[in-house]
C-alpha cells in the first residue's frame, strides 16, 4: 500500500551538491524512521542517515557534516542534502519509511536514485 518514489539524483561535478527527495503515498498507520541508505559500485549497502518522527537524525561517519536529512512530516517526504561531494559518493541511493502496524515496524523501500559524482 505504501510507495516511495525518489527524485533528484543526476550527475554533479566533485564538490557540488544535490538534494534528493522520497516521497511517501498510501496509508501509513503510524510513521516512525525515514532515512537514506546507499550502495557503491563494487561496495555493500551502507546506512547514510536517518530522521526520527520527532526530528532527531544521526549519520553515518563518511558523510557527517556534509550530508542532512530533513523530513516534512504533512507532505510525508524525507529529503537528502547532499554537500562538498566527491567521487566515492557516487552511488545509487535508497530512501525508506518505517510504519509502525500493531506493534511491529514495516519498512518501505523506495527504487532508487542514481547520483554520480564526476569531472
Known amino acids: 500500500q505504501v510507495q516511495l518514489v525518489e527524485s533528484g539524483g543526476g550527475l554533479v561535478q566533485p564538490g557540488g551538491s544535490l538534494r534528493l527527495s522520497c516521497v511517501a503515498s498510501g496509508s501509513i498507520f503510524s510513521s516512525n524512521d525515514m532515512g537514506w541508505y546507499r550502495q557503491a559500485p563494487g561496495k555493500e549497502r551502507e546506512p547514510v542517515g536517518r530522521i526520527t518522527s520527532g526530528g532527531r537524525t544521526n549519520y553515518a561517519d563518511s558523510v557527517k557534516g556534509r550530508f542532512t536529512v530533513s523530513r516534512d512530516n504533512a507532505k510525508n517526504t524525507v529529503y537528502l542534502q547532499m554537500n562538498s561531494l566527491t567521487p566515492e559518493d557516487t552511488a545509487v541511493y535508497y530512501c525508506?519509511?518505517?510504519?509502525?502496524?500493531?506493534?511491529?515496524?514495516?519498512?518501505?523501500w523506495g527504487k532508487g536514485t542514481l547520483a554520480t559524482v564526476s569531472s
Open positions: 525508506y519509511a518505517d510504519d509502525l502496524i500493531y506493534g511491529a515496524i514495516r519498512r518501505y
